[in-house]
């Protein structure tokens, strides 16, 4: 028996990956089911009353088109992917625009062959989904097959994307299959990271802003997570100056992640730190104790422009941060140092 795994995938998680482990290995909790008797056996199935449960040979993922959260069909695809080298006989098939008539047309396409048809349920809330089933109608090698979730097992995509966001892979790594490398995590959080951010603020600065502003407190003690009372002014400039970046056509998406860093150590020190860019993590953080908001909006323009020149690869493999050790460092600063003020003065004189 061969099942049919359509859906979106926007992106594949955990829960995509143990649904076809499950189904291959026969662990899964399902029941054959129909269009006339899919809510009795449903409720069966969550009663722990056993089903028709057939053995599943192969998989077949179909992937549908569209963009979810700035993710593809190709994103999507590239993801399973690696999900499929830790699972077995499983094929990636294109779903079109609506994975279900993909999934009709496949079978249609394969007369010889028998299918089921998975949909996933959690509850009796999702018992309507399994309507689904009448996409199959005059398709005879094809039956519905109900798969219960097991308790604990659900991921919620809107959990998924802010744990994306973040960027840290402590928070994220159980929506990824265990089976699956931290190497391997890194490279798929990135991507989605990426693609997640460059869609927010292609569509709402203010929603990238909201999303994507941390604050943090730093004493020599501790490091907690703080409210900073300069927090709301200044998002709201920040915010603004990258409205006016877009405008005149910087290329900065992907954005960096944005850190207001109140730290008490690097405030009391002259030569500490006040700004810095991490080309790794795709990150900007601003150091906030004891300087003018403006100060620290300039600061936020020139390691941009460090962002930009990650972006279009010229920041390169910066060994020091002495100018005075390395040339190609010097030049980097210069062009942030003057690319930098000068979009901050004329964001300023636009204002004005």
Do not use: C
């Amino acid at each position: 028996m061969i099942a049919l795994y359509p859906g979106a995938f926007k992106p594949p998680h955990r829960g995509h990956f143990n649904v076809v482990k499950s189904l291959l290995d026969g662990s899964y909790s399902g029941t054959i089911y129909n269009k006339d008797d899919y809510e009795d056996k449903a409720s069966s199935l969550f009663s722990g009353k056993a089903g028709e449960k057939p053995n599943i040979d192969k998989v077949i993922v179909l992937i549908g088109g569209g963009e979810r959260n700035g993710i593809t069909k190709a994103e999507s695809t590239a993801i399973w992917q690696e999900y499929i080298k830790h699972l077995g006989n499983v094929e990636i098939v294109d779903g079109q625009k609506n994975p279900m008539f993909a999934a009709k047309d496949y079978a249609r396409e394969n007369p010889n062959n028998e299918f089921v048809a998975v949909t996933g349920i959690r509850g009796q809330e999702d018992f309507v989904d399994l309507r689904r089933v009448t996409t199959f109608n005059n398709v005879d090698n094809v039956q519905g097959l109900a798969l219960a979730a097991k308790t604990g097992s659900g991921f919620r995509a809107t959990d998924f994307r802010k744990s994306i966001l973040a960027g840290n892979l402590d928070q994220i790594i159980d929506f990824f299959p265990e089976e699956l490398s931290r190497e391997q995590i890194l490279n798929i959080l990135t991507d989605l990271k990426d693609k997640i951010v460059a869609e927010i603020i292609g569509s709402n600065i203010d929603g990238f802003i909201n999303e994507y502003f941390i604050q943090e407190t730093i004493t020599e003690e501790s490091s907690v997570v703080d409210e900073a009372p300069k927090g709301l002014e200044l998002k709201d400039y920040i915010g603004s100056l990258l409205e006016y970046m877009i405008d005149k056509g910087m290329k900065i998406t992907p954005l960096p992640e944005i850190k207001l860093r109140n730290d008490e150590v690097e405030s009391a020190n002259f030569f500490g730190r006040t700004a810095y860019y991490d080309p790794n993590n795709k990150e900007i953080v601003l150091y906030t104790s004891g300087r003018h908001p403006k100060d620290i909006v300039r600061s936020f323009s020139h390691e941009m422009v460090h962002h930009m020149q990650n972006l279009n690869g010229t920041l390169g493999n910066v060994q020091s941060s002495n100018t005075n050790e390395d040339d190609h460092l010097l030049e980097l600063e210069k062009e942030a140092y003057l690319t930098g003020n000068i979009t901050f003065r004329n964001w300023e004189d636009s204002l004005k």
